[in-house]
Structures are given as C-alpha cells and as structure tokens.
C-alpha cells in the first residue's frame, strides 16, 4: 500500500496515512422537526473543531457530489427512490398510503430538503468508496454517512438511504471481499440484511441487545447460505465500559482480520455508544469508542469510516473530531480551541469527557461467553473464501477537480431562516476544499449492474433472505452523495430507532 501522503505518522503502526475527508457545508442546515433527536448540525459543529484543531490542513477535502436516482437504486427500489425524490411537507397529507408504506413518518419524518440531504451524505460515502479503489487515500470520511438502519424500500431509525451498502457496492468492484464494523449503540440491521447471504462481505455488529431498537442482532445470526457464518452479532447490556467493550473488539476483530481477509473496511463510528447520550445506555469513553478506530486502522487496510447515531451532540462532535485525528496519526490537545460553537462545551470545554459511575451489567462470564462463542463461529470460516468474477463491472471515473471552487464555508448563507434547534453557526474561513463533480462510469452498459453484483457470479446473492421484499441488488453505477443517520431508542420511546 502507498504509504506517502501529508497525514503524520501514527503511534501505534508508525505509518503515515493519506486522509480523504468529505464534507457539504450545507448538511447542518437539514432539520429534521422540533424535538427529534437526530441533528445534522452535528456535521457542522465536527467540521468546525476539524477546522480550528487545524485537523483540515492535514487531508484532502472534497464536497461531495450528490448520488444521482440511479445511483441510489443500485440498491434501494426505484419506487421507493421515486417517492423520496417527490415527496414534501406541503404534500404529505395527500400521500398517507405511501408514507405508511414506506415507514416514513415520526421516526423518519418528511423536512425541507430531505432528498438532497439523502443525496448528499450517499455521495460521501460513495465517493470515499471510488477514492480508495483508485488508491489515492488510504483512508476516507465521512461523518455525514453512517446510516445503517435503512432498507431497500422503505425507512427506518432516521435513516431514509444506506449510504453504506452503496459504498460497500462500490468497494466491490475493486476489492473481493470487505469488512464492515459497526460500533454503534443500535444493531446494524440494515447492512447485514443486505449482505446477509454472500461471502464476499462480512458485517460485524456491537451493539445493546434486548428491549431496544430495531430488536435484531442476537448472536444467533449468523448469515445464511454462502453468507452463513459471515454475519456476526455482539450483543451487549446496558453500561459496558471501555475495559469490557475492548476485552470483545479486540480479539474478535483481530481473529476476524486473520480468517477473512478483507481488501477494504468500512468502520461506522455511531457515536450514541458513548457515555451520555441522549438515546443511550453504554459507557464508553471518547477515547474508548476511538481505540477501535485505532484498532482497524493498524492492519493497514483500506479504510472508509463513517459517522452514524449520536444524539448528544457536542459529545458527538468530540468524538469524530478526536478519531479524525486517530486517522491521521495526530494526538489533538483535550483543550477545546475558541470556535463559533465553543459555548456548547461548557463548562469544562475539553474534548474529553469522563465515563458515568453507571452499572456495568455486562459481566466476565457473560463477556467470556460472548467471546467464546463468536470466536468458534469464526473457526468454521473458510480462510479467505475466493470468488471469481464471471464478469467484473467497471469502476467509477473519477471525477475532475473543480479549482475555482469557493470557500465552502462562504457559502453558508447567515441570511438563511432556516430554524436549527441549537444556535446559528458563524461562517469562518477554514480551508478551501475540492468540490467532487459528478462521477461517471466506464460506459458500463445496461445490465452490467447486475453482473457486478456477482458476488462470485449470482445475480441474487446479495438480496437478503430476511427482507419481505428481497429483490437483488444492481452494482451498477455508483456515484451517490448523501448523509442520514441513525439513531437511538429515546427513554420515552417517542424515537425507537438505530
């Protein structure tokens, strides 16, 4: 792997990293509704310490390009692509069947803007996805993407497109087999039913299991068919710390590294398995919840990484901020810079923040338990399956930079009445970014979509034998620009979801 690049070198693998970082400047302007838990001005509050940590000048930034209709479909139905693209606040009440139909509603309600915000955060996932297969980082960002809960035709825990089935889609067509992890505090359901009976992906999930949303997960899923034993589950109590979360990541991500092989990873960071969020009920520490990312990261991979829950936000922006710099081999100073949001961080204004005295319910024997009986799944893996292309579909063209490009941070309008929950961010002149044209294929033709998804040749391997509607994936074009993310089952279970 190339190693070169402007990131600084890493403690732990003392390999230098080159970072790809995806940002739209106008995701934290989405809103989702007075109250709901799920704030895309997270995305922004992030971007901002990336900026005055002086995190930005040290990767490359691109503004994604939004994921077009055929791109969303690649995986999504095109009814249900349909429906997102038309439907708006004035129009909901005439279109009662199909919101019901499509689950979209109070957990996933109709805003301003929802389609291009769907757009937007598929494309950073995506277009981090084309980075790597072209080898020009060796990791890609994106905070925005993440959102593991929605399925093929309809929403699901704030989550409307899967960003990250489209960009594993994308790593496919480079990469024989990927790796994906979720270290969110929910169940990462809907990747692993899309994925849940072929080989070339395994999905890996830790996560609160029991009275809790979406209520999948149980460590007796395991895949089915090809996909049998290439599906595992981590299921948790209420309070796990970062001594116990780690006694499980570590070994069993080190054995699945080892028997699977993966040409790429996708590591979704949901940021609700922190102490003290919102929707949660785990206890880790900031900089617990970024040893994993420091983990997958020292075995040289291929890495995209993507946001996902996370519903105490100034928490939330911490934590992508510090694992921004675990990326890039940079230990940033616990002192939170002066920025526009510093007063959200009060009133200790420190990046870091100490776990609760909360109970961990997670006990060793249950823990070993855990343990023992993935790492036996894992030993009836075939080391490293292979799969042979019957025709492999082509890559996504890069896209040409746009140096004329303004200051993205110029482009927020402060004349905007566009009502966010917490304060109006204060446009500051950060670093100039690459905007990310539209991708174009390779001419692939007509139906190659559906040879590509050949994961070793099937045309149907992809589709998940536990959705209703199990239609199979098209690989075809891949070019999606979108942010959504999930989220957490609130106390009150107003917002059962991620």
């Known amino acids: 792997m190339d190693t070169g690049g ?15 970082y995806f940002y739209d400047p106008e995701v934290g302007n989405y809103y989702y509704g007075q109250g709901h838990p799920m704030k895309p001005h997270r995305i922004r509050m992030t971007h901002a310490l990336l900026a005055h940590y002086g995190l930005l000048q040290n990767m490359q930034v691109f503004k994604p390009c939004p ?59 995506v277009g981090g996805a084309v980075k790597l297969n072209h080898g020009l980082c060796d990791i890609a960002i994106n ?16 989550c409307y497109v899967n960003d990250i089935v489209l960009a594993i889609l994308e790593l496919l067509k480079t990469h024989q087999r990927v790796l994906y992890v979720d270290i969110d505090i929910h169940h990462g359901d809907g990747v692993e039913e899309a994925f849940y009976t072929t080989d070339r992906v395994m999905t890996v999930s830790f996560h609160k299991f029991g009275d809790y949303f979406p209520g999948t997960g149980d460590i007796r899923d395991i895949g089915y068919s090809k996909g049998k034993y290439y599906s595992l589950n981590v299921p948790l109590d209420d309070g796990i710390d970062d001594e116990s979360y780690h006694y499980l990541f570590k070994p069993i991500m080190g054995k699945v590294m080892e028997v699977f092989k993966p040409g790429a990873v996708v590591l979704q960071c949901g940021a609700d398995s922190l102490s003290g969020d919102r929707l949660g009920c785990f206890n880790l520490s900031i900089k617990g919840h970024a040893e994993c ?66 109970e961990n319910k997670n006990s060793r024997q249950l823990l070993e338990d855990i343990r023992n009986n993935l790492l036996e799944n894992l030993s009836k893996l075939q080391h490293a399956p292979s799969v042979q292309f019957q025709e492999r579909p082509p890559n996504t063209d890069l896209p040409e930079a746009d140096e004329d490009q303004d200051d993205a941070d110029e482009r927020w309008d402060p004349d905007s009445d566009m009502e966010i929950d917490e304060k109006r961010p204060i446009p500051t002149r950060v670093k100039r970014e690459a905007v990310e044209p539209e991708r174009k294929d390779s001419g692939a033709p007509k139906g190659a979509a559906e040879q590509a998804r050949g994961f070793d040749g099937a045309t149907n391997e992809i589709a998940s034998t536990k959705s209703v509607d199990a239609g199979a994936m098209v690989i075809d074009e891949p070019t999606v620009k979108v942010e959504l993310e999930t989220s957490n089952k609130a106390s009150n279970q107003m917002y059962p979801k991620p």
């Open 6 to 20: 402007n990131s600084l070198p890493s403690g732990a693998d003392g390999v230098k990293r080159k970072v790809s």
């Open 67 to 125: 994921a077009r209709d055929r791109d969303l479909c690649r995986f999504h139905a095109d009814d249900y692509v349909n429906f997102l693209r038309s439907i708006t606040p004035e129009t909901q009440q005439d279109q009662l069947r199909q919101l019901k139909r499509f689950n979209v509603g109070e957990d996933c309600p109709v805003f301003d803007g929802l389609y291009s915000f769907c757009q937007t955060y598929a494309g950073g996932s």
């Open 143 to 158: 905070w925005a993407g993440g959102l593991h809960h929605a399925k093929k035709c309809e929403a699901s825990g704030f």
């Open 293 to 358: 990312v420091k983990f997958m990261r020292s075995f040289n991979v291929p890495l995209l990484l993507l946001g996902g829950g996370g519903y105490t936000i100034r928490n939330v922006a911490r934590c992508w901020c510090y694992e921004t710099g675990v990326a890039l081999g940079t230990e940033v100073e616990d002192q939170l810079p002066q920025h526009e949001y510093y007063e959200y961080f009060g009133p200790d204004y420190t990046l870091h923040v100490a776990p609760s005295n909360m």
